[in-house]
């Protein structure tokens, strides 16, 4: 047996020379998720790339109906999530829109997987594409009976174009100013919490027009009504009213938003307070 001996560092060091040892490194292997949901494609798929962000290690997340679940399905993938409760054990239940308090738990999760995952070669799920032709057809007619095609003849030179798109522009916003034209409420701020996305409608907008020291005031005001916006009927905004309940508004604004910029989460939430 050698005689050791400790450094001011701290390192060991031998007396006697000791047989070099190859150091392996644990292999990290990839895991494969099945993710059930009947949320809308924009929100699953914002959903899928918050969950390869916090899980790198995450190789494929596959999505489909909760009707279409199979209890063979685990047998091909790691985990299975589901947005909603389906009174499964083997299904982990995760929100379609995770706060930052949910993603450290959820990311604790999918390392806990990656830990334990079974290291056994896998069948290599095969998906036929199904196409319901009759529908096809049928939404084909549908747009041909309602549109037409409408060519715009363009001058050759660039200076000639622009004063025939500024025509073609005015004719389109004239035809917002028609009295008669009716457009719900509920169809505007629906599902709020997708719509107040950082990418989305509202939020990018006001981000590139205070980018730009344009003025934004009348979108900030737009935003404070989609916060307030209170339908019982939408699952969002129950959602949305029961954060507001719960949580400081500038943390909500910020969760909800993907905002950094703590002025502007402060303008949304005067905005949003003086309403």
Known sequence: MGLFFYTKKGSIISTVDLPTTEIIEPDIFPISLLLLT???????????????????????????ASSQYDA???EYYDS?????VLHNDDIKMISIYPDAKELLPLQEYLQNVQVHREVRV??????????DFQKYLLASQMLLSRFAYQNID?????????PTLIDYHEIIISRFENPFIVDDVNRIDRTPILKLGYDEGFIRPIRELK???????????TIAFVFNYNDSNDEQSVQLQEFLATKPL?????DVTGLTDQDLISEIVDSTENL
């Open 154 to 162: 363009n001058p050759k030179l660039f200076v000639e174009t622009v």
């Open 211 to 221: 980018e730009r020291q344009l003025s934004y005031q009348n979108l900030l005001k």
């Open 250 to 254: 500038p943390e909500v604004v910020a």
């Open 72 to 74: 063979k399905d685990k």
């Open 122 to 131: 896998r069948e290599q799920i095969i998906r036929t594409p199904q196409y």
């Open 38 to 64: 009947d949320e809308r494609p924009l929100a699953t798929e914002l959903l899928v790339t918050r969950m390869k962000t916090i899980a790198p290690f995450v190789e494929t997340i596959q999505v489909k």
């Open 80 to 84: 299975v999530l589901s947005t909603k």
